[in-house]
């Protein structure tokens, strides 16, 4: 029976380890059978924004990660963005990396409630 695991990322993806530790939580877990739901929220939406270079000594670029995440866990792995975050940080659905749904507050509200697990960065 598959399980549901849910991350919540509210931090930028260059200030903290948040954003990352996230995206390598998701790969962990879909690497474990489960099924993954990744949401961006405030500032964190930035991470899907494609071809970025982070900053010197950062460990690796997290558009590539969530791109091969996605890419990996196709049917298994739902990455979302909140809509009003996106439109606040003026972020359109074209502008975000290949797989990221827009997705209103309810929506993934009612996401993280069907959730067996859930986990805040």
């Not at 849910?6 to 990352?20: D, F, K, T």
């Not at 962990?28 to 739901?37: F, I, P, Q, S």
Request: glycine share 10%; with cysteine.
């Amino acid at each position: 029976m598959p399980r549901l695991l849910c991350l919540v990322v509210e931090q930028g993806p260059y200030g903290s380890l948040n954003p990352a530790e996230a995206i390598r939580h998701a790969g962990g877990a879909l690497g474990k059978g489960w099924e993954v739901v990744l949401a961006f929220l405030g500032n964190s939406v930035y991470t899907a924004l494609p071809r970025q270079s982070p900053p010197t000594g950062e460990w690796l670029s997290l558009s590539e990660a969530l791109t091969k995440l996605i890419a990996d866990g196709k049917e298994r792995v739902q990455v979302l963005a909140e809509a009003g975050s996106l439109d606040a940080c003026r972020i359109s659905a074209k502008d975000m990396v290949s797989g990221v749904q827009r997705a209103s507050a309810g929506d993934i509200a009612r996401v993280i409630a069907e959730c067996d697990r859930a986990l805040l960065f």
